[in-house]
């Protein structure tokens, strides 16, 4: 069974700061996985994904790469502002039977101190 | 472009009552998804719908039934409520499944069964 796993849960830094948020997989028969961004109280927002064929994909200030043999991915913010306070989540799309089915990290609960 | 919404936003139940939640599109998604969210659970793939008038079940399908009559709308029954059930559900869709099966989420109802 596919598991998800974001470290670390939590992560505080001062405003304009660069930072790397991690996420990895178990299985890396994926097809894509996704980056979200949830406000509390809100949906999730998505920012970013990547083919199991892509090594990255940006937007803006956002970074995300794709290590798929190792499993693992990361979500680089540059100048980090406060307004990207926020939780992250990553969720990977299986390939083959299940792939409607996202599997979820947990989540990094991101604070960027003014 | 209202994107995906979801009716109602809170919603409290005593135990044994039946309510829909329901959640439309405006995309013109192929595909609609339930999740649920708990806290140190992440999110759960309820129940799927690959296209109008079918439906499968996903990671956690007991207590929930779905319907897709119309391609734009997925609505989510509970016909038996239990404190279980207490859950902030999200809806989703996607235009896609597989690798480019990028997903869209509404805003989430905030249920609590008494």
């Known amino acids: 069974k596919q598991e998800v796993t974001q470290i670390p849960a939590a992560l505080s830094v001062p405003e304009g700061e660069n930072l790397v948020l991690n996420c990895s997989f178990t299985d890396s028969a994926i097809y894509n996985l996704q980056w979200f961004r949830q406000d509390p109280g809100k949906g999730l927002t998505s920012l970013l994904l990547i083919q199991s064929s892509q090594r990255e994909q940006t937007s803006g200030r956002l970074n995300a790469s794709l290590d798929k043999s190792s499993g693992r991915s990361t979500l680089y913010i540059a100048a980090s502002q406060p307004g990207d306070s926020a939780t992250y989540l990553c969720?990977?799309?299986?390939?083959?039977?299940?792939?409607?089915?996202?599997?979820f990290g947990k989540g990094t609960k991101l604070s960027v101190i003014p | 472009n209202a994107g995906v919404t979801q009716t109602p936003k809170f919603r409290v139940l005593k135990t044994g009552q039946s309510m829909t939640l329901l959640c439309a599109q405006d995309m013109n998604h192929e595909y609609m998804y339930w999740y649920r969210q708990d806290p140190g659970m992440g999110l759960r793939l309820i129940h799927y719908s690959v296209g109008e008038g079918t439906t499968a079940k996903g990671e956690v399908p007991d207590g929930y039934n779905v319907s897709r009559l119309k391609k734009q709308n997925f609505l989510l029954g509970l016909e038996s409520a239990a404190p279980s059930q207490t859950s902030v559900y999200f809806c989703?869709?996607?235009?896609?499944?597989?690798?480019?099966?990028?997903?869209?989420f509404g805003p989430g109802t905030r249920l609590t069964v008494l």
């Open positions: 989703a869709s996607s235009l896609s499944s597989g690798g480019w099966g990028e997903q869209f």
């Open positions: 969720a990977v799309t299986p390939s083959g039977a299940g792939s409607y089915q996202l599997t």
